[in-house]
């Protein structure tokens, strides 16, 4: 469910804090991205 138009456009993303702890293990290759401090980070710059 994705309504094209809200009253509100910008929802509260809530607090980001501390680094991934869960699932942050190689789990295949030798070579891995770490992040150094948290943000957020989009589908695009994944690609």
């Known amino acids: 469910y994705d309504p ?3 009253r509100f456009r910008n929802q509260h ?3 980001m804090k501390g680094k991934s ?3 942050n293990r190689i ?3 030798r070579y891995a ?5 948290p943000a957020w980070i ?3 710059q994944i690609e």
């Open 33 to 37: 991205l770490q992040v150094l401090e």
């Open 4 to 6: 094209k138009r809200t």
């Open 21 to 23: 702890y869960r699932g």
């Open 42 to 44: 989009t589908a695009r």
């Open 13 to 15: 993303r809530g607090r």
């Open 27 to 29: 789990c295949f290759g």
